[in-house]
């Protein structure tokens, strides 16, 4: 149950933060120099002036920078959550593209107006189906009242959770004037394989900033990422280990509860090997359904965890309980219990195969 | 013979002290032969039997089972003759308790690779045999002390063995149920020409067999 919860839980997150640097890739990020970026985002750090952009395009190598303005929201009420819920972005109208890409909208929706007074955003699926959100309703953020009038239609963890609006509007909502900040801008370099040599010419050029490009976002997050899966491999080694302790203990206790009848067994002709086999595979049996009990409370566990950090409905988990925890996780995790079974079992399988049986019959009277 | 001995001797080893258990006993069992083997406790009575039974290996001196010297035979070779030549009936009875009255029956029959036809076939005419026949289906927490040694004694018979080995049978009984399983596990054994070697404290028992031996201190003497 812990493996479960403690690999399900890291893994998907791992696979969020992995996924997020899907966006952007081939493209440089600039952001102000002190962000954190994570991926592809920053998630903290400075501003920077939106006029820099127009700086930026001039310089060698660029073939156009696309401002943004990115936040992560912790819900769409006021209560405090642990984890980011929603990332709002701002966006200049005509290049919506840049982040989503062609991924559809669902029926009947469309990208908000580049009026900002129209005060529109289009909304990820996941987000639209936690708050009951559909084509006209709105959304308070801030003290605005925005519009939804387009529902992503995709899988993606991030784009999922996003709402996306005019770069105008997000500076509105954000710096609660349409003053010119932005906190990223998206660089696309003339030529491929030319981001190394435009990261120098921005960071030569203009100072403040740190031009990034996917391999060094990466190679920014690589080792935290590296952390979370030695440190979820530890867990669930020393998780196993534990385990298999655990089934050794049952199963010695089973079998040495039942030395008269493994005695009865041998003294009525029952062979060793056919002992051994009968203990292995009550062991197998209790790793079989232990695995299966285990499989089912972590990933409810894990769905209750995912709720509670989210303030997402658990009901929406169960729809895409696969997502959370992915089959290819629970067969793996089945296979291994029904090996540390195996294993465990072995001991107490040569206990009852070698028990004495005049001994064993003679100390039960 | 079914049984015979020969110098038959086991001796444990508790610290620096030796015990001799069962001394050079020399005794001989016929084909339907019913035998009662009567010491007091501690005389060495179980360690005889599970000598024949081929559960331990004596110190010295040989079994032999069908004239053949199980000295000379390993592990396996001795499981094989357990199963197909001896039935063991226990003073505790060792019923398997998961498995039902019908189940025990079919127990040996399953070890020595019965179809499960005849296994189901032999095992409900053995226990209509000792009047279970309405206990099919009962586990053994379910059963009396009684109906616990009857099914116990179909199992010894569910592989028609040539030798039945009892210890202490009546042991848990009382003594009116004790006399209906020694003469029911007598008639049984007569009726099948099967031998058998009661191991019992009980001097009642003597009436029912035909050769009774007395043990002390490991050694037998014939009445």
Known sequence: MFIVTIGATTSRYTTIIREMNIF?????????????????????????????????????????AVPMLVFFGYGLEDAIQLVPTNISIGIPPERWEILAGSTPLKPDGRWPSANSSAKEVTVGPSLADQHNLALGSTIRIKNYNLTIVGILDTPSTTLARVIIMPL?????????????????????????????????????NITGVKALTADERNEIIAPLLSDIETWNLGMRGMLFFLSMILVTTVAIMNVSERRRDFATLGALGASRKSIFRMVITETILIGLFG?????????????????????IPLTLFFQGLFGVVSPIFMVEILASTLIVSCVAGIIPAISAMNANISEVLRSEY | MIVRTLELTRIYRLG??????????????????????????????????NLIGLNDQPTFGKVFINEE????????????????????????????????????????????SVSQEAQRRRAVQLLE???????????????????????????ALANSPPLILADEPTGELDSGTGSEIIKLLFDLCRKQKTAVIVATHDEKMLEFADITYRIHDGSIIQD
């Not at chain 1, 890739?25 to 501003?47: E, H, L, M, R």
Request: overall charge negative.
């Open chain 2, 69 to 112: 010297d199980t000295s000379l035979l390993a592990e396996e070779e001795r499981r094989k003759i357990r199963l197909q030549n001896i039935g063991f009936v226990f003073q505790t009875f060792n019923l398997l308790p998961t498995l039902t009255a019908l189940e025990n029956v079919e127990l040996p029959m399953a070890l020595a």
């Open chain 1, 291 to 311: 695995g299966l009990f285990g499989i089912l409370a972590g990933t409810i566990a894990t769905l209750f965890l995912a709720s509670i950090y989210t303030r």
């Open chain 1, 24 to 64: 952007f890739s081939g493209d440089i990020v600039v952001v102000a120099q002190g962000s954190i970026v994570v991926q592809a985002f920053p998630i903290s750090g400075g501003n920077l002036p939106e006029d820099m952009v127009d700086e930026v395009k001039r310089i060698e190598g660029v073939r156009t």
């Open chain 1, 168 to 204: 105008r509007l997000a500076q509105c909502v954000y710096f609660l004037t349409d003053s010119p900040w932005i906190n990223m801008m998206v660089v696309e370099p003339e030529e491929e394989n030319m981001e190394k040599e435009v990261v120098e010419n921005i960071e030569a």
């Open chain 2, 16 to 49: 620096s002290s030796c015990i001799r258990a069962v001394n050079k006993v020399n005794l001989e069992v016929d084909k339907a032969n019913l035998v009662t083997i009567v010491g007091p406790s501690g005389s060495g009575k179980t360690t005889l039997l």
């Open chain 2, 129 to 155: 045999t000792v009047e279970l026949a309405s206990r099919l289906q009962h586990r053994p927490k379910e059963l009396s002390t009684g109906e616990m040694q009857r099914v116990a004694i179909a199992r």
